[in-house]
Protein backbone atom coordinates (compact mmCIF):
# COMPACT_ATOMS: atom_id res chain seq x y z
CA UNK A 1 0.00 0.00 0.00
CA UNK A 2 1.21 3.29 -0.70
CA UNK A 3 0.00 5.03 2.41
CA UNK A 4 -1.74 8.17 2.75
CA UNK A 5 -0.59 10.35 -0.23
CA UNK A 6 -0.35 14.36 -0.02
CA UNK A 7 0.44 17.29 -2.47
CA UNK A 8 2.05 19.27 -2.38
CA UNK A 9 4.36 19.00 -0.43
CA UNK A 10 5.90 22.34 -0.11
CA UNK A 11 3.63 25.27 -0.69
CA UNK A 12 5.33 28.73 -0.66
CA UNK A 13 2.67 31.15 -1.21
CA UNK A 14 2.15 35.33 -0.98
CA UNK A 15 -0.55 36.61 1.13
CA UNK A 16 -3.91 36.87 0.17
CA UNK A 17 -4.20 33.65 -2.28
CA UNK A 18 -5.96 30.95 -1.83
CA UNK A 19 -4.36 27.42 -0.81
CA UNK A 20 -5.85 23.83 -1.73
CA UNK A 21 -3.59 21.29 -0.09
CA UNK A 22 -4.91 17.21 -1.03
CA UNK A 23 -5.01 14.26 0.43
CA UNK A 24 -5.62 10.44 -0.75
CA UNK A 25 -6.22 8.04 2.65
CA UNK A 26 -5.55 4.69 2.32
CA UNK A 27 -7.94 2.41 0.39
CA UNK A 28 -10.24 1.15 2.42
CA UNK A 29 -10.19 3.49 5.61
CA UNK A 30 -13.22 4.92 6.77
CA UNK A 31 -12.21 8.13 8.65
CA UNK A 32 -9.90 11.08 7.35
CA UNK A 33 -8.21 13.55 9.56
CA UNK A 34 -6.62 16.92 8.69
CA UNK A 35 -3.76 18.28 11.30
CA UNK A 36 -1.45 21.52 11.38
CA UNK A 37 1.45 21.26 13.15
CA UNK A 38 3.48 24.44 14.47
CA UNK A 39 6.51 24.66 17.09
CA UNK A 40 4.18 27.10 19.28
CA UNK A 41 1.10 25.10 19.08
CA UNK A 42 2.12 21.36 18.62
CA UNK A 43 -0.34 19.01 16.64
CA UNK A 44 -3.57 20.50 16.54
CA UNK A 45 -6.37 18.56 14.95
CA UNK A 46 -8.66 20.63 11.96
CA UNK A 47 -11.36 18.59 10.97
CA UNK A 48 -11.90 14.99 10.71
CA UNK A 49 -14.63 12.90 8.57
CA UNK A 50 -16.27 9.31 8.73
CA UNK A 51 -17.66 8.26 5.91
CA UNK A 52 -16.93 11.24 4.11
CA UNK A 53 -19.22 13.21 6.79
CA UNK A 54 -17.35 15.78 8.66
CA UNK A 55 -17.95 14.79 12.39
CA UNK A 56 -16.08 17.72 14.16
CA UNK A 57 -14.41 21.01 12.82
CA UNK A 58 -14.21 22.79 15.68
CA UNK A 59 -10.58 22.96 14.73
CA UNK A 60 -10.47 24.97 11.92
CA UNK A 61 -9.23 28.49 13.29
CA UNK A 62 -11.68 30.54 11.29
CA UNK A 63 -13.84 30.88 7.91
CA UNK A 64 -10.82 31.14 5.65
CA UNK A 65 -10.01 27.60 6.66
CA UNK A 66 -12.32 24.98 4.84
CA UNK A 67 -12.36 21.20 3.93
CA UNK A 68 -14.06 18.75 1.89
CA UNK A 69 -14.54 15.05 1.44
CA UNK A 70 -16.50 14.26 -2.06
CA UNK A 71 -15.78 10.65 -2.00
CA UNK A 72 -13.73 7.86 0.10
CA UNK A 73 -10.11 8.38 -1.88
CA UNK A 74 -9.92 12.53 -1.94
CA UNK A 75 -10.40 15.24 0.65
CA UNK A 76 -8.95 18.76 0.40
CA UNK A 77 -8.21 21.86 2.91
CA UNK A 78 -8.74 24.93 1.57
CA UNK A 79 -7.05 28.50 2.70
CA UNK A 80 -9.12 31.86 1.63
CA UNK A 81 -7.55 34.06 1.80
CA UNK A 82 -3.92 32.64 3.24
CA UNK A 83 -2.29 34.73 5.94
CA UNK A 84 1.08 34.60 7.01
CA UNK A 85 0.35 32.95 10.68
CA UNK A 86 -1.08 29.93 8.48
CA UNK A 87 2.59 28.88 7.79
CA UNK A 88 2.88 25.22 9.37
CA UNK A 89 2.74 21.66 8.37
CA UNK A 90 -0.54 20.07 7.23
CA UNK A 91 -0.77 16.47 7.53
CA UNK A 92 -4.10 14.27 6.83
CA UNK A 93 -4.10 10.85 8.43
CA UNK A 94 -6.74 8.20 7.81
CA UNK A 95 -7.92 5.49 10.08
CA UNK A 96 -9.87 2.29 9.36
CA UNK A 97 -12.55 3.61 11.82
CA UNK A 98 -15.26 0.91 12.21
CA UNK A 99 -14.17 -1.25 9.24
CA UNK A 100 -11.03 -1.95 11.30
CA UNK A 101 -9.58 -3.23 14.71
CA UNK A 102 -9.82 0.07 16.65
CA UNK A 103 -8.78 3.97 16.31
CA UNK A 104 -4.87 3.75 14.75
CA UNK A 105 -4.38 6.91 12.35
CA UNK A 106 -1.82 6.69 9.41
CA UNK A 107 0.02 9.87 8.74
CA UNK A 108 0.76 11.28 5.14
CA UNK A 109 4.12 13.38 4.90
CA UNK A 110 2.93 16.73 5.52
CA UNK A 111 2.49 19.86 3.11
CA UNK A 112 4.78 22.21 4.23
CA UNK A 113 2.99 25.78 3.93
CA UNK A 114 4.77 28.77 3.56
CA UNK A 115 2.87 32.29 2.92
CA UNK A 116 4.78 35.36 2.73
CA UNK B 1 -12.36 17.93 26.25
CA UNK B 2 -9.19 16.05 26.88
CA UNK B 3 -5.79 17.44 27.86
CA UNK B 4 -2.42 15.69 27.83
CA UNK B 5 0.38 16.47 29.21
CA UNK B 6 3.39 15.27 28.42
CA UNK B 7 7.05 14.89 30.09
CA UNK B 8 9.90 15.90 29.69
CA UNK B 9 10.36 18.27 26.29
CA UNK B 10 13.83 16.94 25.38
CA UNK B 11 15.95 13.78 26.51
CA UNK B 12 19.24 13.00 25.87
CA UNK B 13 20.89 9.01 26.66
CA UNK B 14 23.53 7.18 25.68
CA UNK B 15 23.32 4.45 23.43
CA UNK B 16 21.99 1.53 25.43
CA UNK B 17 20.78 2.58 28.02
CA UNK B 18 16.91 3.15 28.26
CA UNK B 19 14.44 5.99 28.02
CA UNK B 20 10.89 6.45 29.53
CA UNK B 21 8.51 9.19 28.53
CA UNK B 22 5.65 9.87 30.58
CA UNK B 23 2.16 11.59 29.46
CA UNK B 24 -0.96 12.11 32.22
CA UNK B 25 -4.21 12.60 31.04
CA UNK B 26 -7.78 14.17 31.92
CA UNK B 27 -11.05 12.23 30.67
CA UNK B 28 -11.44 9.55 32.87
CA UNK B 29 -13.25 8.12 29.76
CA UNK B 30 -10.39 8.00 27.43
CA UNK B 31 -9.52 4.57 26.30
CA UNK B 32 -6.95 4.22 23.57
CA UNK B 33 -3.59 5.47 23.33
CA UNK B 34 -1.14 5.61 20.80
CA UNK B 35 2.44 6.78 20.84
CA UNK B 36 3.62 8.35 17.86
CA UNK B 37 7.32 8.41 16.46
CA UNK B 38 8.15 11.47 13.80
CA UNK B 39 11.42 11.75 12.51
CA UNK B 40 12.58 15.18 10.74
CA UNK B 41 10.47 15.96 7.70
CA UNK B 42 8.30 13.13 7.99
CA UNK B 43 4.70 12.56 9.52
CA UNK B 44 4.10 11.17 12.53
CA UNK B 45 4.36 6.91 12.47
CA UNK B 46 2.55 4.61 14.93
CA UNK B 47 5.06 2.74 17.18
CA UNK B 48 2.55 1.23 19.60
CA UNK B 49 -0.76 1.56 21.19
CA UNK B 50 -2.50 0.72 24.26
CA UNK B 51 -6.37 0.28 25.10
CA UNK B 52 -7.77 0.34 28.84
CA UNK B 53 -8.33 -3.09 29.08
CA UNK B 54 -4.82 -3.82 29.39
CA UNK B 55 -1.49 -2.63 31.93
CA UNK B 56 1.05 -3.39 29.41
CA UNK B 57 2.17 -4.13 26.14
CA UNK B 58 5.67 -4.94 24.46
CA UNK B 59 7.22 -5.24 21.41
CA UNK B 60 10.39 -5.69 20.58
CA UNK B 61 12.30 -2.80 22.35
CA UNK B 62 9.26 -0.93 23.19
CA UNK B 63 7.17 -1.37 26.17
CA UNK B 64 4.02 1.00 27.14
CA UNK B 65 2.32 0.81 30.24
CA UNK B 66 -1.44 2.11 31.43
CA UNK B 67 -2.00 3.29 34.84
CA UNK B 68 -5.90 4.15 34.77
CA UNK B 69 -6.41 5.07 38.24
CA UNK B 70 -3.94 7.35 38.13
CA UNK B 71 -4.34 8.17 34.57
CA UNK B 72 -1.41 7.81 33.45
CA UNK B 73 0.92 6.04 30.65
CA UNK B 74 4.38 5.80 29.75
CA UNK B 75 6.60 4.78 26.83
CA UNK B 76 9.31 2.57 28.18
CA UNK B 77 12.46 2.14 25.05
CA UNK B 78 15.31 -0.41 26.04
CA UNK B 79 18.83 -0.73 24.72
CA UNK B 80 18.39 2.49 22.61
CA UNK B 81 19.82 2.62 19.29
CA UNK B 82 20.98 6.19 17.29
CA UNK B 83 17.68 5.63 15.12
CA UNK B 84 15.52 5.91 17.94
CA UNK B 85 16.32 9.79 18.11
CA UNK B 86 13.08 11.92 17.35
CA UNK B 87 10.27 13.36 18.53
CA UNK B 88 7.44 10.94 20.12
CA UNK B 89 4.41 11.68 20.97
CA UNK B 90 1.81 10.34 23.51
CA UNK B 91 -2.41 10.39 22.46
CA UNK B 92 -5.61 10.28 24.44
CA UNK B 93 -8.79 9.22 22.87
CA UNK B 94 -12.26 7.88 23.95
CA UNK B 95 -12.89 5.09 21.32
CA UNK B 96 -16.39 3.92 20.99
CA UNK B 97 -18.64 1.46 18.73
CA UNK B 98 -15.90 1.09 16.70
CA UNK B 99 -15.90 4.31 14.75
CA UNK B 100 -12.63 6.47 14.97
CA UNK B 101 -12.46 9.20 16.94
CA UNK B 102 -9.72 12.27 17.42
CA UNK B 103 -7.12 12.35 19.12
CA UNK B 104 -5.18 14.86 21.47
CA UNK B 105 -1.94 14.82 21.31
CA UNK B 106 0.70 15.99 24.02
CA UNK B 107 3.52 18.06 22.89
CA UNK B 108 5.86 15.91 22.36
CA UNK B 109 9.93 14.63 23.65
CA UNK B 110 12.41 15.12 21.99
CA UNK B 111 15.02 11.96 21.95
CA UNK B 112 18.71 12.07 21.21
CA UNK B 113 20.96 8.69 21.71
CA UNK B 114 23.91 9.95 21.81
CA UNK B 115 27.12 7.41 20.56
Known amino acids: DAGVIQSPRHEVTEMGQEVTLRCKPI?????LFWYRQTMMRGLELLIY????????DSGMPEDRFSAKMPNASFSTLKIQPSEPRDSAVYFC??????????????FGPGTRLTVL | GENVEQHPSTLSVQEGDSAVIKCTYS??????FPWYKQELGKGPQLIID?????GEKKDQRIAVTLNKTAKHFSLHITETQPEDSAVYFC??????????????FGTGTRLQVTL
Open chain 2, 50 to 54: IRSNV
Open chain 2, 27 to 32: DSASNY
Open chain 2, 91 to 104: AASKQSGGTASKLT
Open chain 1, 49 to 56: FNNNVPID
Open chain 1, 27 to 31: SGHNS
Open chain 1, 93 to 106: ASSPGAGGPGNEQF
